[in-house]
């Protein structure tokens, strides 16, 4: 069975290092609180806000040694009003039953979603 997880989080600023260390620590979030390795993993797929531009999320995970899952990354669309330096992630993986999902918002993502 395939599922899917979604997450967020806000930048403190659009600096290389916080962009690595925030998509590290949503990562690190989402793999504990859903109890998901690696190897369940069947792709990542990231979209950040327009005003990231100094990291692409995806190196970050690379760097945490996630080598053989596919990633890919896009730009959010601009809408008026929305939240600025915000990274995105939905990771979908593998379960051989159905598993409650704990979606992940942190940092002032949280605003994203209510629930």
């Known amino acids: 069975m395939v599922q899917a997880v979604r997450g967020a989080i ?9 962009i690595k260390r925030a998509v590290k620590k949503l990562l690190s979030a989402i793999m504990d609180n859903n109890e ?3 190897d369940r993993l069947i792709s990542v797929f990231f979209s950040q806000t327009n005003d990231i531009t100094e990291a ?13 899952v596919p990633l890919f990354c896009t730009q959010e669309p601009e ?4 939240l600025g330096r915000v990274i995105r ?3 979908t993986f593998n379960t051989e039953k159905k598993q409650a999902i704990i979606p992940v918002y942190l940092d002032g993502a949280e605003k994203l979603r209510t629930d």
């Open 79 to 82: 809408y008026k009003g929305s």
């Open 10 to 18: 806000c930048v403190e600023m659009d600096d290389s290092e916080h």
């Open 36 to 38: 998901l390795i690696e």
């Open 89 to 91: 992630v939905m990771l």
């Open 56 to 68: 692409n999320p995806a190196s970050a995970l690379r760097e945490m040694g996630f080598n053989d």
